[in-house]
């Protein structure tokens, strides 16, 4: 009886063995034909013409040093900047976010707002903490500046219960952070 169990066991061992064989194959086969794919379709990227493999190289230099350029804020609003640039660029800044205040659009302020103090007060804090509704006007008297700080000190308009038009001084705090001008809250 053993006899007959081990012949049995390795005729079944040899059919198993043959299918599986066949299959690698095709296995090894399909991949061959990937590879292939893949090689053609990679080989129009890098043809061994100098000029295709010097534009390989360059293109994608120069994107990346876009991307970066775009990251640091090169082009944009630095520290290094001329005061009257950072000066005109905080101004318009300013006016710009108590516009959006005054429209009562408290979202599009918030966005003003440095990333370090989006990331300490989420928009429904601000949105609490901010009264619509009672600003008219606002005026920017003057913007100073040092490095990639500025001080703005603004005249606002506003209504508060009987009183109808009351103009008081206002004192923000900007930086230069980048490549824009944030407002910088203080709580």
Known sequence: ????????????????????YAFADRRAERGASIKAMFCDVFGHFHRTVVAKRRHS????????????????????????????????????????RWERLIQRDLAGAYEYMSPASRATMPLDLYKAKHKVGLYRSVKVDDVNCEADTCTVKLSLTYDYKRFKGVTTPLTEKWIISQGQAWFVDRG
């Open 57 to 96: 190289v360059i293109v994608p230099a120069i994107a990346m040093a876009l991307l970066l350029g775009g990251c640091a804020g090169v082009g944009g609003l630095s520290a290094d900047a001329p005061a009257a640039v950072k000066r005109d660029a905080v101004a318009a800044r300013a006016q710009a």
């Open 1 to 20: 009886m053993k006899f007959e169990m081990a012949t049995l066991y390795s005729g079944f061992a040899a059919r198993r063995a043959q299918v599986a």
